[in-house]
């Protein structure tokens, strides 16, 4: 029971994480006259492309964790 704890916590930190990076790279995007709609058809300065590269990982990480959850419940 603690590891599904540890895995329902991870994946919880890495929701808040997610989001906080959401909301970091839309004012970034939007404070540099960008629509972060957009953010796959731009060449993006080298700050956002990393904000954008770490919120892109983070997904990927949530991805598996929540599907590493879902298979063993």
């Given amino acids: 029971m603690i590891v599904m704890d ?6 919880g930190e890495f929701r808040q994480k997610l989001r906080a990076l959401d909301a970091e790279f839309d004012r970034e995007m939007r404070a540099r ?8 058809n731009v060449a993006l300065p080298s700050h956002l ?10 997904r990927a990480a949530l991805e598996e964790s929540e599907g590493t959850t879902d298979d063993r419940d």
């Fill in 49 to 58: 492309a990393a904000l954008y590269s770490e919120r892109e990982q983070i």
């Fill in 33 to 40: 006259g960008f629509d972060p709609a957009q953010a796959e």
């Fill in 6 to 11: 540890d895995r329902h916590q991870e994946v």
